[in-house]
Nanobody
Framework: QVQLVESGGGSVQAGGSLSLSCAAS????????MAWFRQAPGKEREGVAAITGAGNTYYADSVKGRFTISQDNAKNTMYLQMNSLKPEDTAMYYCAAGYSGAWYVPNYYHYWGQGTQVTVSS
């Protein structure tokens, strides 16, 4: 049974930092493209960052230079370090696993976690 479990969300003031984790189980972790998405109320789900099994990374323009995606293949865990957070980063953050495709398109991902809330106050 495939499981993706996010943790690490919370509330922080603008300019602060948070670190998210996504623990995966039930499939060959390193064979998948892993990604973080986020969805704010009333908005579409958007890609934040992605990482391949080989460690290649992709970022949305809105988070480049502030967020860092990484993974530990031995632990089947993906991370998202978020620095210099802004109120517009407030959203539910989801981790996802997929085989291929445009990394920022949600439909290419087969497995999803339940999400973890990130709230940034001004």
């Amino acid at each position: 049974q495939v499981q993706l479990v996010e943790s690490g969300g919370g509330s922080v003031q603008a300019g602060g930092s948070l670190s998210l984790s996504c623990a995966a189980s039930g499939y060959a972790y390193s064979s998948y493209l892993m990604a973080w998405f986020r969805q704010a109320p009333g908005k579409e789900r958007e890609g934040v960052a992605a990482i391949t099994g080989a460690g290649n990374t992709y970022y949305a323009d809105s988070v480049k230079g502030r967020f860092t995606i990484s993974q530990d293949n031995a632990k089947n865990t993906m991370y998202l370090q978020m620095n210099s957070l802004k109120p517009e980063d407030t959203a539910m953050y989801y981790c996802a696993a997929g085989y291929s495709g445009a990394w920022y398109v949600p439909n290419y991902y087969h497995y999803w976690g339940q999400g973890t809330q990130v709230t940034v106050s001004s």
